[in-house]
């Protein structure tokens, strides 16, 4: 077993999942059967690096009446539901650009010595707008990227996309590039598979 692998994806990745359900579930809290379960799966996936501990977890805080040595190799409940997945990656994304933008807005006033719109102590809210199909230069920036991708290698040909856009008369849009970065940048991210999928998952479809 490939435990660097296993502490990246399996690990790491869990408090990173606790902490960000954690945030979202400030107002009304977290469900006490999924931390639970958080913490069993955490600690079967520790238990090869640091047993003594695990098996306090497992015995002591879960109260389970067998030694977590005989316990089996944690595995899903149920299939994953990659769209689920996708949704929750573009919420963490589209917060965190917001408050970024937010951040950056607020430095420009502070050095211009400028009164803010709004006061950043108070609850704010903003609109989000989600089309339900991608327009026509994405879906053609999409089937570049697509055609140009090595499944084996799982690596893009940037020689090859740059000829497909020069030639489909999109690399004068300053639009296509950074877009087509954010898709490498998906494609190298081993939780998601739907980078190349010019469709909009959801009940709306």
């Known amino acids: 077993m490939n435990y660097k692998d296993a502490l ?3 690990f790491f990745e869990m408090q990173i999942a606790r902490d960000w359900y954690r945030e979202i579930t400030a107002d009304v809290g977290m469900h006490v059967d999924l931390i639970k379960y958080w913490i069993r799966i ?3 996936l520790v238990q090869p690096i640091i047993p003594h501990f695990s098996e306090h977890i497992w015995t002591s805080i879960l109260g389970e009446p067998q030694s977590i040595q005989l ?4 595995s899903p409940a149920e299939p994953i539901d990659r769209t689920i997945l996708d949704s929750g990656a573009y919420i963490r994304a589209t917060i965190k650009s917001v408050r970024e ?3 950056q807005f607020l430095k ?3 050095k211009s010595k400028g009164v ?3 006061d950043p102590r108070k609850p704010k809210s903003i609109h989000i707008y989600v089309a339900t199909d991608f327009p026509d230069w994405q879906v053609k920036t ?6 140009s991708y090595d499944a084996e290698t799982q690596k893009v040909d940037d020689a090859k996309v740059r000829q497909a856009l020069a030639q489909a008369g999109l690399m004068k849009d300053k639009r296509v590039m950074p877009f087509v970065q954010a898709m490498k940048v998906c494609l190298t991210n081993k939780l998601f598979s739907s980078c190349l999928n010019v469709s909009i998952p959801g009940p709306h479809r």
Not at 71 to 74: F, K, T, Y
Not at 142 to 147: A, F, G, M, P, Y
């Open 8 to 10: 990246k994806y399996g």
């Open 42 to 44: 955490s600690a079967l």
């Open 71 to 74: 316990a089996r190799w944690p």
């Open 101 to 103: 933008a937010e951040g």
């Open 108 to 110: 420009k006033i502070t």
């Open 116 to 118: 803010a719109p709004f």
């Open 142 to 147: 999409v089937q570049i990227v697509k055609d």
